[in-house]
C-alpha cells in the first residue's frame, strides 16, 4: 500500500512563508497524479495544487507551488506570502491515474498563520 507523510507545518506570521514536505513509497510519481488538499475548521477540504502523472514536476497556482523531486521521491509544497485564511490542515494525495480505488492519504500537517 501507498504510504505517505507529510511534514514541515507549524506557526507563521502573516507574510510569512512555508515549505511542506511529502514523503512517498516506492516510485509512483509516474503513475500517480499527486496533489496537496487543505481542511480548515468547519469547511470542506479543498484542492492547493495538483500535478498530472507524466506532465510537469512543477504547477504553479498563486502564491502556492507543487513540486516533485523524482530521485527523492519527495513532494512539496512552497507557500509565500502567507495569510490567515490559509490556516488549515495540508494533506498530501497521490491518486492512480487509472485506478479510480488507488487512492491514497496522509495524515496531514497544521500550518496556522497568526500574529
Known amino acids: 500500500q501507498v504510504q505517505l507523510e507529510e511534514s514541515g507545518g507549524g506557526l507563521v506570521q502573516p507574510g510569512g512563508s512555508l515549505r511542506l514536505s511529502c514523503r512517498t513509497s516506492?516510485?509512483?510519481?509516474?503513475?500517480?497524479?499527486m496533489g496537496w488538499y487543505r481542511q480548515a475548521p468547519g469547511k470542506q477540504r479543498e484542492l492547493v495544487a495538483r500535478?498530472?502523472?507524466?506532465r510537469s514536476t512543477e504547477v504553479v497556482e498563486g502564491r502556492f507551488t507543487a513540486s516533485k523531486d523524482m530521485a527523492k521521491r519527495m513532494f512539496y509544497l512552497q507557500m509565500n506570502s502567507l495569510q490567515p485564511e490559509d490556516t488549515a490542515v495540508y494533506y498530501c494525495?497521490?491518486?492512480?491515474?487509472?485506478?479510480?480505488?488507488?487512492?491514497?492519504w496522509g495524515q496531514g500537517t497544521q500550518v496556522t498563520v497568526s500574529s
Open positions: 494525495n497521490a491518486q492512480h491515474n487509472l485506478v479510480d480505488s488507488a487512492n491514497f
Open positions: 516506492g516510485n509512483i510519481f509516474d503513475t500517480f497524479h
Open positions: 500535478i498530472i502523472s507524466g
